[in-house]
């Protein structure tokens, strides 16, 4: 799209009118102002003003900053928000919406909304667990070691959470009926519900819901497997994801699905849960690539038998690599 006045490298200045229409227009066009507006709330990019519509639009620098200041709050702001995780989701989301046909730029505009949501969850989750991380000394807290302020992970958390609703109403409504309360149980498992023994049900909604929500964002359904595989491939990923903070956890009170089964019958029962999403999976694979389906059996079996006889680390390992290949059974089949 030809621009109506040429842009200003040097001085920032941006057409209002070329600026609209782009939003207008194209799903990019909101995830890019979504993204200059959070880092404005949180005092990390440019205050933007205007005048009377039609003039140019003008960019003008907030409070000054130190570079090393800003440095360090971006730096803080990627350790705090769960940055593994929330990649691997979008990643996820995003991988799904190509293996079902969606055009470029509806990928673009679902990967947005699923990664501010996941923003929203990872940084709300950091400050809710700020006094038990302090309790325990973790040095890889922000929050916890003051290395981020409370204030800037409550403003991230405040306009994620509202740019989360208004990418998924750009996806339409059916997704949003879909994806939001996916992300409210994310944000209920941060609440309390990881202290129950309900807490592997965030993770079945949520993980259950994303792929039907992506579906949804083009127009399609997706086939009932595809949630019931989509749920027991998040309940296996929330105890695998526990695994490591069990004894910390309890030390502060923390007495979830994992904490009451112990580390040994939780890798079990992770392992048995990806298993089945496999099965799930390869019963749907086999129709049409018996061969492929087989291959891949073969080979979730012997992690299984792993994780099933051995100590250590070991389960934990073999369960990532059921859940790698249940990611990807997921997307040829879908």
Known sequence: MPLRQPLDKCSGDWDIATRDALVADHPVGLATRFGGTLLRALGLGTSASTTARGKRWKFSTGRPRRPIEEARELRGLLKACHPGPSLAVTVLASAYGVSIGLPASRIALVAATVLTGQLSIGWSNDLIDVNRDRATARRDKPFATGELSIRAGRVACAVTAIGTVVLSLGNGIGFSEVYLPCVAAGWSYNLGMKGTVLSWLPYAVAFGGLPVSVALAGGATSPWWVAVAGALLGVGA??????????????????????????????????????????????????TEPVAAGAVAAVVAVLAGLAMVSDGKTPFYAAMGIAVADVGLLLVAG
């Open 238 to 287: 929330h105890l695998m994801n526990v695994l490591p903070d069990l004894a910390d956890d309890e030390a502060t009170g923390i007495h979830g699905l994992a904490h009451r089964l112990g580390a040994r019958r939780t890798s079990l029962l992770a392992v048995t849960s990806l298993l089945a999403a496999s099965v799930l999976l390869l019963l749907i694979e086999a129709r």
